[in-house]
T-cell receptor, first 109, second 115 residues
């Protein structure tokens, strides 16, 4: 059964730092991996989708990579801003759709 | 166009009551998903529709949970005889094609509190 783990569970950084969020999965036979952000009391907002044939995707200050052989994906946030504060979730797509528990990010002004 | 919408946004039910949660997916999206999210946890998959067909209901926690999408657009998640452990946020997502081979787009969720 696919399991998705996100490390760290929480992260607090000063504004302007570059940071990396990690997502690991146990079964490399995934179709794609999607990163979301979730603001308190809100639904999920899609950030990046990486298909299994791709290695990375970029959108603005965000870059997500996928390494199926090692079962890992990373989300890189450049020049973090207070508005980036949210919980970041990764979701693996296989036969089932499995989410990690998220990384709660706080960016201090 | 409009995104995924859900109603009600908040629902308080007394234990034992039945509730119905509605999801309006993005127009033209084939796939519709329901998730349950407990506080501090990631969403847990409940069920999946491709058009009007419920292809996967393996995540439904008990036979008190029932979902339908009769015309392949709007979906309703019904919970009968609610219990306190049903308290959670219920999220609906839609996707243009089958399963989640395309991006999933989520609604704002319905926060259910069972007293």
């Amino acid at each position: 059964k696919q399991e998705v783990t996100q490390i760290p569970a929480a992260l607090s950084v000063p504004e302007g730092e570059n940071l990396v969020l990690n997502c690991s999965f146990t079964d490399s036979a995934i179709y794609n991996l999607q990163w979301f952000r979730q603001d308190p009391g809100k639904g999920l907002t899609s950030l990046l989708l990486i298909q299994s044939s791709q290695r990375e995707q970029t959108s603005g200050r965000l870059n997500a990579s996928l390494d199926k052989s090692s079962g890992r994906s990373t989300l890189y946030i450049a020049a973090s801003q207070p508005g980036d504060s949210a919980t970041y979730l990764c979701r693996g797509s296989q036969g089932n759709l499995i989410f990690g528990k998220g990384t709660k990010l706080s960016v201090k002004p | 166009g409009a995104g995924v919408s859900q109603s009600p946004r908040y629902k308080v039910a007394k234990r034992g009551q039945d509730v119905a949660l509605r999801c309006d997916p993005i127009s033209g999206h084939v796939s519709l998903f329901w998730y349950q999210q407990a506080l501090g946890q990631g969403p847990e998959f409940l069920t999946y529709f491709q058009n009007e067909a419920q292809l996967d209901k393996s995540g439904l926690p008990s036979d008190r949970f029932f979902a339908e999408r009769p015309e392949g657009s709007v979906s309703t998640l019904k919970i009968q005889r609610t219990q306190q452990e049903d308290s959670a946020v219920y999220l609906c997502a839609s996707s243009l094609a089958a399963r989640a081979y395309n991006e999933q787009f989520f609604g704002p969720g319905t926060r259910l509190t069972v007293l």
